[in-house]
């Protein structure tokens, strides 16, 4: 069973804290690793994504980190804001954006 | 540009009954994805199709659920008899080809008792 693992479930943090969630992956021909965002009644939005070629992608206040020899990666998120407060998922998959697995979310709760 | 509209947004019924969700993808998606998301997890694709083809149906509990993509731009999705562990969230999403970013309606919540 291919599986993502994402931690932690929940995270509390002050506005302009830095969260940051990660996730850990088993197989290694997973070549496309997303973040999506999600607020309460809405689908998931896609918030930054990084293939293995690259250790770091930063877009606005948003970084991903990628570990391949350790299978893992993480989001950052700088300078976090109240409206940031949502669930956050990670995905990876295989040949493309088609055929995503989803970590289980975690709950991003960033206080005033 | 309309994002992927899905109907209805909530709905409630009994075990045993059947149950439908329509989607309309975003105009000149070809490919079509419904997810299945147990509050607490991330979605699980159920089925994928490719303009009106199926691509991948492995996660699709085929002896309750089915779906089709007639004329490859709407979809509709059904549960046929519902059991509880059927109550999710019922998310579909759009892209351009099965190479492009997946964009999510807003999902149907269902809730069986």
């Known amino acids: 069973q291919q599986q993502v693992k994402q931690s932690p479930q929940s995270l509390i943090v002050q506005k302009g804290g830095i969260p940051i969630i990660n996730c850990a992956y088993e197989n290694t021909a997973f070549d496309y690793f997303p973040w999506y965002q999600q607020f309460p009644g809405k689908g998931p939005a896609l918030l930054i994504a990084?293939?293995?070629?690259?250790s770091e992608k930063k877009e606005g206040r948003f970084t991903i980190s990628f570990n391949k020899s350790a299978k893992q990666f993480s989001l950052h998120i700088m300078d976090s804001q109240p409206g940031d407060s949502a669930t956050y998922f990670c995905a990876a998959s295989q040949g493309g954006s088609e055929k995503l697995v989803f970590g289980k979310g975690t709950k991003l709760t960033v206080n005033p | 540009e309309a994002g992927v509209a899905q109907s209805p947004r909530y709905k409630i019924i009994e075990k045993r009954q059947s149950v439908a969700f329509w989607c309309n993808p975003i105009?000149?998606?070809?490919?079509l994805y419904w997810y299945q998301q147990i509050l607490g997890q991330g979605p699980k694709l159920l089925i994928q199709?490719?303009?009106?083809?199926?691509?991948?149906d492995s996660q699709l509990p085929k002896d309750r659920f089915s779906a089709e993509r007639l004329k490859g731009v709407d979809s509709t999705l059904k549960i046929q008899p519902a059991k509880l562990e059927d109550s999710a969230v019922y998310l579909c999403a759009s892209s351009r080809t099965r190479l492009h970013e997946q964009y999510f309606g807003p999902g149907t919540r269902l809730t069986v008792t």
């Open positions: 199709f490719q303009n009106n083809g199926v691509v991948d």
């Open positions: 105009s000149g998606h070809a490919t």
């Open positions: 990084i293939r293995p070629d690259v």
